[in-house]
């Protein structure tokens, strides 16, 4: 199976911060990667599909960018709405791996 | 509006049977794949099962390969997951997901809210 690691696993920061949350998957995955957004108590929202296409109706902000073992999800000015946690998934193969999740908590 | 709800969870003993359902509505049911994906109390996110459109290829996690089975009613517009031999680690909730594939594999574009699994004596 593809291994999924994410970095880092806690993230503090502050309104108005560009922020950066890194994937690694242990082979290549070309661009099979998608990123998701989850708020407690809520199911996750797709934001980025095939490493840097952006889903319909995600703002701007949101940009991914990477492709092989390496990727980025990048927010450029965080958002009061933003502080979630966030999980990178491979589909390069049909038994599908997601990473640890990020946690974007206030400073 | 792509809406999913799923129903069937509950406290069942360790060895014991439950089966899932999901009820899709806002697209073509049967033109999608369709996943399980579940999440144990305060941990992240973990796929379970993928089924495709028609219901002829099912691919599964190893922690549930044999004991579950993933199937669908596209003539009832349903999805299922049929669990068996459950096991304390089992414990999670239980999100049925509308799938967006490639030759690869799938991502998922919708989430329900989850249906809750508990096992335990």
């Known amino acids: 199976d593809i291994q999924m690691t994410q970095s880092p696993s806690t993230l503090p920061a502050s309104v108005g911060d560009r922020v950066t949350i890194t994937c690694r998957a242990s082979q290549s995955i070309s661009s099979w990667l998608a990123w998701y957004q989850q708020k407690p108590g809520k199911a996750p929202n797709l934001l980025i599909y095939k490493a840097s296409n952006l889903e319909s109706g995600v703002p701007s902000r949101f940009s991914g960018s990477g492709s092989g073992t390496e990727f980025t999800l990048t927010i450029s000015s965080l958002q009061p709405d933003d502080f979630a946690t966030y999980y990178c998934?491979?589909?390069?193969?049909?038994?599908?791996?997601f990473g640890g999740g990020t946690k974007v908590e206030i400073k | 509006e792509v809406q999913l709800v799923e129903s069937g969870g509950g406290l069942v003993q360790p060895g014991g049977s439950l089966r899932l359902s999901c009820a899709p509505s806002g697209f073509t049911f049967s033109t999608y794949a369709m996943s399980w994906v579940r999440q144990a109390p305060g941990k992240g996110l973990e796929w379970v099962s993928t089924i495709n459109n028609n219901g002829g290829t099912t691919y599964y996690a190893d922690s549930v390969r044999g004991r579950f089975t993933i199937s669908r009613d596209n003539s009832k517009n349903t999805l299922y997951l049929q669990m068996n031999s459950l096991r304390a680690e089992d414990t999670a909730l239980y999100y049925c997901?509308?799938?967006?594939?490639?030759?690869?594999?799938?991502?998922?574009?919708?989430w329900g809210q989850g249906t809750l699994v508990i096992v335990s004596s």
């Open positions: 997901a509308k799938a967006g594939c490639f030759s690869t594999g799938c991502y998922t574009t919708h």
């Open positions: 998934q491979q589909y390069n193969d049909y038994l599908l791996t």
